[in-house]
């Protein structure tokens, strides 16, 4: 077979196998569609089915087309955190800056406390620390990796639970924003990239002053320019905060947040939504587990992989728990709040994987952070949704009562 061969092949296996998994298992509950693709990503790659078949894997997945998967599949994702961007009304978030800072700061920063307190335990027994890690390194990546909130997995489920343009919906998306710029902040501390945290500053400093002419510029245009304009928008902020060593989702997610959705009208943002959805999220979700490697490591890995899940749903928890005492917030919604940011995703497989090149830390801790990562995200909809509907229920309840 030819190169377009093989390709059409691979975009075959991507879109078939989730989609009869997902339908015909019934596992919309407890593992929505993009989970199971997430789940088939990790299993169609060179950990599972690499070693399983390799001459098969090698044939299907050839460097070629898991580059032209990769161009594919950051276009697809750069699309989607804009839009989750502009979904969030800005105006809001300085309103309740405070609220935001608060709850954001606790949500993070108590995981990262448990997660560090993980680590510490994992000090104490060989395999565990990478060899290229110092102690401060390994005990900082571990916690920052149970902090890790996976944004484009949460709009999905937000999206899936009818919040996400809900109130609370934006009040989480806001939180998770301001937890996705510090964590890839404290990855370049991490990697000791000290000239990319100058660039980091120099990049926020420029975007700050270009957003205010993009949006004179913006109501200057036709709603028809005004698409290709934000496309442009949206590859220069990609670029930038990847060159300084943000991530280019951040960048994608800056660019949207400086948006307002009636420059483009709520009908056209939704179908852009549903359609990069369709045709593009696939894409990503398989393409980033196809580059995850890893190794068993043995029966430990298991618990160790409960250990670090304990301490990523505890520390969420207990953060918003917290907040939500100081702020004055409703029976239930700490809970809810809680459990949907602690949704890990591919996110914090990307984050475990920077570690993992860098030898932070070992497949071992790579492949526990990776059952972390999907057990996290599986257990979000079975947990948050009745508790949504009991608050749901008792928001109604109240009404009549008044």
């Keep these: 077979m030819n190169t377009t061969e093989v390709f059409l ?20 509950y407890f593992a929505p569609l993009a989970i199971v693709q997430i789940i088939m990503g990790i299993v169609l790659g060179p950990g599972v089915l690499g070693m399983a078949m390799p001459e098969f894997h090698s044939f299907v997945f050839t460097p070629d087309v898991i580059k032209t998967l990769n161009g ?52 104490a027994y060989p395999g565990w620390v990478g060899p290229k890690a110092a102690t401060w390194q390994f005990l900082l990546g571990t916690g920052m990796s149970c902090a890790v909130t996976a944004l484009p997995v949460l709009v999905l489920l937000m999206e899936k639970l009818d919040i996400l343009r809900q109130p609370m919906g934006q009040r989480i ?35 700050a002053v ?15 320019d005004r698409w290709y304009v934000a496309l442009i928008w949206l590859v220069a902020c990609g670029f930038g905060a990847d060159w300084a060593g943000l991530h280019f989702m951040v960048g994608a997610f800056l660019a949207g947040v400086v948006m307002d959705a009636d420059w483009f009208g709520q ?17 990503f979700f398989l393409s980033t587990g196809l580059k995850t ?33 100081m702020l004055g917030w409703k029976p239930g919604e700490a ?21 993992l090149d860098k030898g932070i830390i070992t ?40």
């Design 9 to 28: 092949l691979a975009m075959l296996l991507i879109f078939v196998v989730p989609f009869l998994i997902w339908r015909v298992g019934r596992t919309d």
């Design 72 to 123: 594919i599949a950051l276009w697809g994702v750069m699309l989607f955190v804009m839009l989750a961007g502009i979904e969030l009304d800005l105006k809001k978030v300085w309103q309740y800056r405070g609220e935001s800072a608060t709850t954001a700061g606790l949500s993070l920063g108590m995981p990262l406390l448990f997660g560090c307190g993980a680590a510490c335990l994992l000090l």
């Design 173 to 207: 998306l806001r939180y998770a924003s301001l937890d996705d710029v510090a964590i890839w902040g404290v990855l370049a501390l991490i990697m000791l990239d000290w000239e990319r945290v100058g660039r980091q500053v120099g990049f926020l400093v420029a975007f």
């Design 210 to 224: 270009l957003t205010m002419l993009y949006r004179r510029l913006m109501v200057r245009l036709s709603r028809s």
């Design 267 to 283: 009908e056209e943002l939704d179908n852009l939504f549903k359609n990069v959805l369709l045709v593009m999220m696939p894409v």
């Design 293 to 325: 490697k890893w190794d068993m490591g043995g029966y430990a890995v298991f618990f160790v992989g409960g250990v670090l899940l304990l301490a990523s749903v505890g520390g969420k928890l207990a953060g918003a728990h917290i907040a939500g005492r």
């Design 335 to 355: 809970s809810i709040i809680g459990w949907l940011l602690q949704t890990k995703g591919l996110i914090e497989i990307i984050f475990a994987n920077i570690l």
């Design 363 to 402: 497949s071992e801790t790579f492949t526990a952070l990776l059952l972390m990562a999907v057990g996290s995200t599986m257990l979000t909809i079975p947990v948050v949704h009745p508790k949504l509907n009991r608050a749901q229920n008792r928001d109604l309840v109240g009404q009549a009562s008044s």
